[in-house]
């Protein structure tokens, strides 16, 4: 999408543009849906917690004051939500576990989920970002509130963690 266009939606859908709104989201659903299922427990979770940070950056799109903020915007309702869904784990003393049953239907080959599931929350929800949602470290830290320097710190502790063999 040309940068233009971005913008030119973008204002729309300041204004209430519904569909304009959902051109937005069709720039970054991918990206949103892969850093959410890396991240949580399993699909439904992901799910759920995509369609809150949809849900609540559409209520709070009138928020939006900078040019290209949507992205950021989006993606930082989306941290925000998969933090709650952790601390919702944490409630009810249920651990992120590795459970075959609950993989997507074209999950195969190397147990990437399962790699992703034996990593702390931070550093799962850093490194989902990184390669789920393919953002850069300096775009993670500005939508999870951490400085830079601390996600690239936990994103190589991450990677260091992968047993890919």
Sequence with gaps: MEKQEYKELQATCVNGGMKAFARLYETVYREMYYSAYYSLADDADAVEVVTNAVRS????IA????E????????????????MKFKE?????REIRYDKTKLR???DGIDVKQEFNRLPDTERLIAAL?????????????????????????LEKAMEGFALD
């Design 105 to 107: 239907p074209n999950d």
């Design 57 to 60: 950056t559409f209520n709070n």
């Design 89 to 93: 784990y944490a409630g009810e003393g």
């Design 130 to 154: 990184y390669v789920g949602g393919r953002f850069r470290p300096d775009e993670i830290a500005h939508f999870t509130g951490l400085s830079a320097s601390t996600v690239r710190k936990k």
């Design 68 to 83: 290209n903020a949507f992205l950021t915007f989006i993606m930082k309702t989306l941290c925000t939500c998969i933090k």
């Design 63 to 66: 928020r939006l004051h900078t």
